[in-house]
């Protein structure tokens, strides 16, 4: 059975990482290489608050330079620790090979309640990190490329990328430093909203094959699908969104103050209005409450969506939970000893490198679109638009037949960016879940979705490391 050490989430990836490696023929010193942080720079800064001065703990973990630039979030959160950042970088190595996204994995954390500090705090100690990183190297549109993370956003990527731009004046891509921007600062339509979104592909892709679903005794599709989610945040609210759209029904919905449940259905979008309007999940109307957020996750449901943190599913929790599949929208969220319970109980696990990987690809269209300095689809729509046009008249013109006016419209539009965006999300994920599902099925010892894609990333991984001359 795979060990997990408690105290290090590194030591847990490493321990995924070394599980998936013996899957492998790849030489012990290039595996040793692959595994490695590259660089991790921990650094300490002042700020002042009122009369006193804080001293801010900080993190940039570049995890593998094997491909530039690195590529990660930056986490504010009192939570964050140095083996945290680094697990998360090594990760976002994984997650971006997995996805075929040509970055290194990265990962910065900033030790900080943001609950606890002011807009302006706020700003002084984003502006004065992104300072840290530029004074040492750490950060530029083709060194490494920061992005929102847990208790960060568009707000702090406009800082980063402000400040980039301040000290890099005439630097034509700069503002390829840092993506998740808001759409005013050169950030992209469906940003946002990717990571959940592609939760959502990859469930549906996992669903959708039969053979597997029989196995785990349900029906092959998300119609008869009830999900939980942990997490009303960024990536479990579109999770939770995108699965009731195509076709499951989310039953619960957990946060820190407590979970709700409701067998028929809750309507996620009123349960964030509500939380908003309350501050709190409970009281939602129609829904039964526990005052133990963790009871939530053991309610009846198909579909487990953790979305908030690392650690939530344990050997403390794992037999409780009813649902036959878990997907990982967090990093981390089901420890290695939970999982091998969870697959001897015949359960699946959507492994997080590969389910929440819809954020990075985004971020990575939107870093190609910093760097060519036009949108997606502006050259091209109104061209495709009208040579549509010319064809359906053409052929009414030659059959004698019309279409109607709904029907050319939706016939002749042009592609938008954000209709761009989401096609190259989903082809993505549905591509690297067969890639997944390939690798397994060649290789019948490995037992979870989990190592497959640790090996499928590990065989491209040592392919890039190859092909710079670095292995023989
Ligand atoms: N923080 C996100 C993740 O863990 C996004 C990273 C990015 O877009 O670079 O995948």
């Known amino acids: 059975m795979a060990q997990s050490n408690n105290n290090s989430f590194f030591a847990d990836v490493c321990n995924n990482f070394d599980n998936a490696a013996k899957h492998t023929s790849h030489p012990e010193g290039l595996l040793a290489q692959i595994k490695a942080c590259n660089s991790v720079y921990r650094f300490q800064f002042p700020i002042r608050r009122g009369n006193s001065f804080e001293v801010i703990d900080a993190w940039r973990v570049e995890h593998s330079h094997h491909m530039s630039p ?169 999770s939770a969104k995108y699965l009731t759209e195509f076709g499951a029904t989310v039953v619960g919905l957990c946060e820190y103050e407590g979970a709700i449940y409701n067998e028929n259905g809750l309507d996620v979008a009123e349960v964030f209005a509500h939380r908003t309007a309350t501050g709190s999940i409970l009281g939602f109307p129609g829904a039964k409450e526990f005052k133990n957020s963790k009871e939530g996750l053991e309610q009846p449901c198909d579909i487990l969506v953790p979305a908030a943190l690392e650690n939530q599913i344990t050997v403390e929790n794992i037999r409780n939970i009813k649902a036959k599949i878990i997907a990982e929208g967090a990093n981390g969220p089901c420890t290695p000893e939970a999982e091998a319970i969870f697959t001897e109980m015949g359960g699946i696990i959507i492994p997080d490198m590969y389910c929440n990987a819809g954020g990075v690809t985004v971020s990575y269209f939107e870093w190609l679109k910093n760097l060519s300095h036009v949108a997606f689809g502006r050259m091209e729509n109104r061209y495709s638009a009208n040579s549509n046009e010319n064809l359906i008249t053409t052929l009414e013109n030659l059959t004698g037949k019309s279409v109607s006016a709904q029907q050319r419209s939706m016939l002749v539009k042009g592609a938008s960016e954000v209709e761009l965006v989401n096609s190259g999300l989903e082809d993505t994920m549905m591509n690297s879940y067969v890639e997944i599902i390939e690798t397994m099925r060649a290789k019948p010892t490995i037992k979870t979705l989990r190592t497959a894609a640790f090996v499928s990333s590990i065989d491209k991984i040592a392919v890039s490391y190859m092909n710079l001359g670095i292995w023989p």
């Open 70 to 238: 690195t590529k990660g979030g930056i986490r504010y959160s009192d939570m964050v620790n140095e083996d945290e950042v680094m697990a998360l970088a090594a990760l976002m190595t994984y997650k971006c090979a997995i996805v075929n996204v040509p970055f290194g994995g990265a990962k910065g954390g900033i030790c900080i309640n943001p609950k606890n500090y002011t807009v302006a705090e706020l700003e002084t100690i984003t502006r004065r990190y992104t300072t840290e990183l530029i004074k040492k190297n750490f950060i530029g549109p083709g060194i490494d490329v920061p992005a929102p993370d847990y208790g960060s956003g568009e707000r702090e990527m406009s800082w980063i990328a402000d400040t980039y731009m301040t000290m890099n004046p005439g630097s034509l891509d700069a503002l390829g430093c840092v993506t998740g921007k808001p759409i005013a600062l050169h950030g992209i339509r469906g940003r946002k909203e990717a990571t959940g979104r592609g939760v959502a592909y990859a469930v549906r892709e996992c669903v959708n094959i039969v053979e597997d679903m029989t196995r785990i005794g349900l029906k092959a599709g998300l119609g008869d699908k009830k999900v939980i989610v942990q997490g009303l945040g960024n990536v479990g609210y579109h």
